[in-house]
């Protein structure tokens, strides 16, 4: 009775944070502060109940989320609501009686996964007009996956025959241009040192270069393109999200798009040291210290009220490329109902 009573109240809350982000693009902090203190007093209660082993498992977990959701935000993939919601779950799983420094990366990943699919899903008409376009991403993707893999492989088969490492070298492989065809060579390699690990991770290593970089590719170059319009400067409004970062230089504003480039990264990296922000600067991966950002595409807070009056203050701007965006909380709030259920 006391899981039931539980779980319906878990589901009220998930269905007014819904509510509020899908009809105010909001999630207040009463909302969430309120979930995070009521999971806290009941998880403290638990804590004293279930003894030492189930405090420090709910301890770490804690830790997990806050710094999970805060390098969420940091990177500009949340809103500040955002991750305090992720928060307040994180709290409520300990007054369930679930505590697991596992359980909020499991909770990210399934709601990540969950976003993706109901992203394309909805826009499934304008992937459709575009095939031949995606069909072309597609193919050019197996080319370098083929490649992934390979470098994957000879990980597995010389280091740790690991899924999920061999996935994530596959993944970070996929974005370094290898010789053409090099990938044969690479992958005999990796079976002369160990044919059984290569054979295992080779095709699953491809599977997953493959599937990762087509969606991330036709999500920046089909879906996001067909995700933008324009805003005349007077309509522009608090919470818009630009759909590039703008600069302000010689009091005119100035759109900045960064370039990946490895060999200027390692250049970066070399003359920065530890320094993460200059490395970055120098890479050409965020604006350089000396600019002033008037409207930052990666903040998923969108445009704050001091970001506008400086945009509608520059002669210039006319016009801005604003993103639609799309309510990350229900599939949060689904997959965290899902996890009380027991589904994962």
């Known amino acids: 009775m006391t899981d039931f009573l539980f779980f319906a109240f878990a589901a009220a809350y998930c269905a007014v944070a819904c509510y509020l982000d899908l009809k105010k693009r909001i999630i207040p902090d009463w909302l969430t502060y309120g979930g ?17 082993p189930f405090a420090t498992q709910y301890a770490l977990m804690l830790a997990v989320a806050l710094a999970l959701g805060y390098a969420l935000f940091l990177a500009g993939a949340w809103a500040g609501g955002d991750a305090k919601l992720f928060w307040a779950f994180a709290a409520l799983f300990g007054a369930a009686g679930r505590a697991d420094a596992v359980l909020p990366v499991a909770l990210f990943a399934c709601s990540a996964i969950l976003f993706i699919a109901v992203t394309f899903a ?8 575009k095939r031949r376009e995606c069909a072309r991403i597609a193919f050019e993707t ?41 990938w044969p060579v690479i992958l005999l390699a990796s079976i002369a040192i160990n044919a059984d ?65 490895w060999k200027r990264i390692a250049m970066a990296v070399g003359r920065g ?37 400086r ?24 997959c965290f109902l899902a ?5 994962f």
């Open 122 to 129: 909805s826009n499934a008409g304008a992937l459709m007009e």
């Open 197 to 261: 690990a290569a054979a295992t991770a080779f095709p699953a290593a491809f599977a997953i270069a493959f599937s990762v970089g087509t969606l991330a590719r036709v999500s920046m170059e089909v879906v996001s393109p067909g995700l933008t319009y324009r805003v005349r400067k007077s309509d522009l409004k608090e919470g818009m999200l630009p759909a590039y970062t703008v600069i302000e230089r010689d009091g005119k504003a100035v759109l900045f798009r960064p370039k990946f480039n």
């Open 142 to 182: 197996a080319k370098k996956a083929a490649g992934a893999a390979a470098v994957a492989s000879l990980f597995a088969s010389g280091f740790w025959n690991e899924l999920f490492l061999v996935a994530a070298v596959a993944v970070i492989v996929l974005l370094v241009r290898l010789p053409k065809y090099a």
């Open 311 to 334: 945009l509608k203050k520059l002669e210039n701007v006319r016009w801005l490329q604003v993103r639609t965006t799309q309510a990350f909380a229900p599939v949060l709030c689904a």
């Open 36 to 52: 995070i203190a009521a999971g806290l007093v009941a998880g403290a209660a638990n804590c004293i109940y279930l003894g030492a």
């Open 273 to 309: 040291g530890k320094d993460a922000a200059k490395i970055l600067q120098d890479a050409g991966l965020v604006p350089p210290a000396s600019a002033r950002v008037v409207a930052d595409s990666s903040d998923a807070g969108g445009l704050d009220g001091r970001q506008l009056q």
């Open 339 to 343: 996890a009380l259920a027991g589904l």
